[in-house]
């Protein structure tokens, strides 16, 4: 007699089988990777690291990992590195499969990891940061408790956590205030964004990176949110006119270990992780804040444009009355959304962690 999988069971197949797929395209990958290089010593390092492409990844963490270290362990220990979505990786289960060890070492969008878990996303809710130095001190206000959360709940330790640039507004049409949104169709890439939009009565339009040039060159979108230096890089300089350069949202990411995988490694080479990778953290955010300015300058044709295409946007700095704006809309409207989603878990851990460093209380009882 055949018997019907409950969802449970259909639940832990699926599980099952991502866990062999990836661990599949995981060790593929390992393969391939030591035919290309010379054998790394015994204590060789398998790394998921952050989005392909971008100078983060590029410039420092690719660096690091196939090059630094084997240099600064003096030949002792190396490692190889894929960026998550080029190992077949689903982001948003990334957490999961370091949790059950099938990756030893990897690297999680909280955008993606805060559908599952939406109280990761709360250093980065849209309207939050309208500068770097508001996102440090965000995120030094989080982290106590995101090191907790990762180590107790996911079986991982936090080594490093990412930024990546700003995320701007460009747009076909003039804009040179937040309230001109009202009534254009924007582009958007997660809940919190689009809740920033509601609030001054634009649409948002939930769209995939990918596609997002296709939307715009459909007249489907006006405008979109995207980082300034990606958004030049897809090309969008080349069918919009205005750069409105507060950043609505940046995108952060956690590198972590298996705690299992963690505890296994030599003293010395924790030790040197500890050491090194607060260094890769610093320069990953230094190269941030550099594509910000860098995308900005390349979009608008600015002689400082470097890594770009120059384009001829014309750039809308926020006024004033525009920092009021975003900051009312971000207490009375985006917090309090995220809140109703995430339940009064989120908003007791806002009101204990970054909280008191915004001056903004979470409603508890929504």
């Excluded at 090059?67 to 590195?81: E, M, N, T």
């Excluded at 599952?116 to 106590?144: K, Q």
């Excluded at 990546?164 to 890439?189: E, H, M, N, W």
């Amino acid at each position: 007699m055949i018997r019907a999988m409950s969802s449970s069971e259909e639940s832990s197949a699926w599980q099952r089988a991502l866990c062999t797929h990836v661990a599949a395209l995981f060790l593929a990958f390992a393969a391939t990777n030591s035919e290309a290089q010379p054998q790394p010593p015994a204590q060789g390092l398998r790394i998921v690291g952050g989005l392909a492409s971008v100078s983060q990844y590029t410039l420092h963490e690719e660096r690091f990992w196939s090059q630094d270290l084997r240099r600064l362990s003096g030949g002792k220990y190396s490692a190889s590195i894929v960026p998550f979505n080029q190992a077949g990786v689903p982001g948003p289960e990334m957490l999961n499969l370091m949790r059950l060890g099938v990756i030893p070492f990897g690297t999680a969008l909280l955008s993606q990891v805060s559908n599952e878990y939406p109280e990761m996303g709360l250093p980065d809710i849209a309207g939050l940061n309208p500068d770097m130095a508001t996102l440090r001190r965000v995120i030094a206000s989080f982290r106590p408790y995101l090191e907790k959360t990762l180590r107790e709940r996911h079986a991982t330790e936090l080594l490093a956590v990412y930024v990546y640039p700003a995320q701007v507004i460009f747009c076909k049409r003039t804009l040179k205030q937040l309230s001109d949104l009202a009534g254009r169709r924007v582009r958007v890439s997660g809940s919190s964004q689009a809740d920033f939009v509601r609030a001054l009565n634009g649409v948002p339009v939930f769209t995939e990176f990918s596609e997002l040039m296709a939307n715009m060159n459909s007249e489907n979108t006006e405008c979109a949110i995207t980082g300034a230096m990606s958004g030049n890089t897809l090309g969008l300089h080349k069918v919009t006119s205005s750069l409105y350069t507060m950043p609505i949202s940046w995108g952060l990411a956690v590198f972590g270990a298996n705690t299992d995988a963690w505890n296994a490694l030599p003293a010395d080479l924790k030790a040197l992780l500890k050491t090194e990778l607060p260094k890769l953290e610093a320069a990953v955010w230094n190269e941030s804040e550099r594509d910000t300015d860098n995308g900005i300058a390349c979009n608008t044709g600015a002689a400082t444009c470097m890594k770009g295409t120059k384009g001829a946007m014309v750039e809308a700095r926020p006024s004033p009355d525009d920092e009021r704006r975003r900051r009312e809309i971000f207490a009375t409207s985006v917090l309090t959304r995220w809140v109703q989603r995430c339940g009064a878990v989120c908003a007791e851990v806002w009101n204990q962690t970054t909280g008191p460093v915004a001056g903004i209380k979470a409603p508890v009882g929504q």
